[in-house]
């Protein structure tokens, strides 16, 4: 599957989502809040944000889809999950910091070449493909840890519990693909953090203080996949 192809699967995707979403509500809410979207250029679809954040976890499921059909040695099948899991970085490197831009824009330059040389035969171990999801889940959970702080910066209380919670799960995820076992410490951290993420998503139950914590220990964690990287 060449990468336009992926790109307008996304794209399709994520406008039937909005669609739906733009079903509820009434003919004369849905017409007001479609002539105040600002217009996009033909071939690109709007998202909001927050619509974005709903697909944290496909990433890692067609990471996870890639490896299996890797292992049956079907290996179009293989580069096109790869594709689509880049395609995922690729949209979030729209919306990313400067910092955070580097880090998801040299892991889609790695998976697609990794695309590339699955689809080539020239891969001939699962690992190179466990490291590389590992670097993107890395490079996600850098990402949403420093949206996080952005949107802290902000006083975005919503934003900013989404952000940590995207982060807490790619850095899961980054661990598990890296192979390497959690600490106590790391898997308290994470799962603290997600708690205090769902929160902040609800707007009750949580302390000023606790959020400028929740933000070090990720970013303390991320910085330990790093370095295993």
């Known amino acids: 599957m060449c990468r336009r192809t992926v790109k307008l699967s996304i794209a399709l995707m994520i406008a039937l989502v909005i669609s739906g979403v733009g079903l509820i509500g009434c003919k004369k809410s849905a017409q007001a809040a479609e002539s105040a979207k600002p217009k996009t250029p033909e071939g690109y679809v709007l998202v909001e944000e927050d619509v974005l954040l709903q697909f944290v976890e496909l990433p890692g499921e067609h990471f996870h889809k890639a490896r299996q059909s890797f292992l049956k040695k079907d290996y179009k099948a293989a580069a096109e999950e790869i ?20 880090g998801l824009i040299a892991s889609v330059a790695e998976l697609e070449k990794l695309a ?50 995207a982060a ?15 600490e106590a410490v790391s898997v308290r951290a994470i799962k603290d953090v997600g708690l205090l993420a769902g929160k902040l998503v609800e707007g009750t139950g949580w302390m000023a203080e606790e959020v400028g914590k929740a933000i070090e220990k990720i970013g303390q964690e991320i910085d330990k996949l790093g370095k295993l990287l």
């Open 83 to 102: 594709r689509k899991g880049e395609a995922f970085l690729r949209l979030q490197a729209a919306r990313a910091t400067t910092e955070g831009r580097k």
């Open 116 to 165: 590339n040389n699955v689809e080539k035969g020239t891969v001939t171990s699962a690992k190179t493909l466990d490291r590389a999801f590992a670097k993107a889940h890395h490079a996600l959970a850098k990402h949403h840890y420093l949206k996080a702080i952005e949107y802290k910066a902000k006083n975005d209380v919503r934003r900013t519990g989404h952000s940590l919670k």
């Open 168 to 182: 807490a799960v790619h850095l899961e995820h980054g661990f598990a693909w890296a192979g390497h076992e959690l």
